[in-house]
């Protein structure tokens, strides 16, 4: 099967541009998830969907940052305005909905890396 | 709070030696543990998971994890290492507060094997 794919690989915006990242994920996978992983760091969610609903954006920085996945595949991740600070790689992964332990195995993209200047 | 720890940096080995990358955990109830290795320029994989039964568990490319309850630790290993296992490796746990499947990753061990 396909992977997880997601563009563009590489981004490098100036502080205060707009960015927007998209995610495509395995087909059939209803939870998608977007991740920061700052260098040095583990991976940290933003915000995950179950179809098209948000499931968890706790730890999305709202003010800037935003996300949809309006027909339940496809996903779009979007900052406005950038701060150097959100120089990162961007994963997107996915995986299986329902109510076994497989929803926990995640299926990561390549990732987008961020550089803000 | 529901946490992961991963205590080494880095780890370096010599190829064909056993290799051994630290994890422990602090988590509220029975904890579900992971392991993903994040290859250069690519996604993180899934390696392998414990759930519930037995405390040793296979995943992927040879590896296995051991589960001790009494040590809170969710150790990595393999018999015999292989340069190509050099690798980024993070440890992670349930999140047994999030109503989805929400994980919390550790910050991440370097692997490096030496030919």
């Known amino acids: 099967e396909a992977g997880v794919a997601q563009s563009p690989r590489y981004k490098i915006i100036e502080k205060r541009q707009s960015v927007a990242f998209w995610c495509n994920p395995i087909s059939g996978h209803a939870t998608l998830y977007w991740y920061q992983q700052i260098l040095g760091q583990g991976p940290k969610l933003l915000i995950q969907?179950?179809?098209?609903?948000?499931?968890?954006d706790s730890q999305l920085p709202k003010d800037r940052f935003s996300a949809e996945r309006l027909k339940g595949v496809d996903s779009t991740l979007k900052i406005q305005p950038a701060k150097l600070e959100d120089s990162a790689v961007y994963l997107c992964?996915?995986?299986?909905?329902?109510?076994?332990?497989?929803?926990?195995?995640?299926?990561f993209g390549p990732g987008t890396r961020l550089t803000v200047t | 709070a529901q946490s992961v720890a991963q205590p080494e940096d880095q780890v370096n080995v010599a190829e064909g030696n056993p290799l051994t990358v630290k994890c422990t955990y602090s988590?509220?109830?029975?904890?579900?543990l992971f392991w993903y290795v994040q290859y250069p320029n690519r996604g993180l994989q899934f390696l392998l998971k414990y759930i519930t039964g037995d405390n040793l568990v296979k995943g992927s490319y040879g590896f296995e994890a051991e589960f001790n309850k009494s040590q809170t630790s969710f150790h990595l290993k393999k018999p015999s290492a292989l340069v190509s296992d050099s690798a980024l490796y993070f440890c992670a746990v349930r999140d047994v507060y999030s109503s989805a499947s929400k994980i919390i990753f550790g910050s991440g061990t370097r692997l490096s094997i030496r030919p």
């Open positions: 992964a996915s995986s299986h909905t329902g109510t076994g332990v497989r929803v926990y195995e995640q299926y």
């Open positions: 969907f179950q179809n098209n609903g948000v499931v968890d």
């Open positions: 988590v509220s109830g029975n904890p579900y």
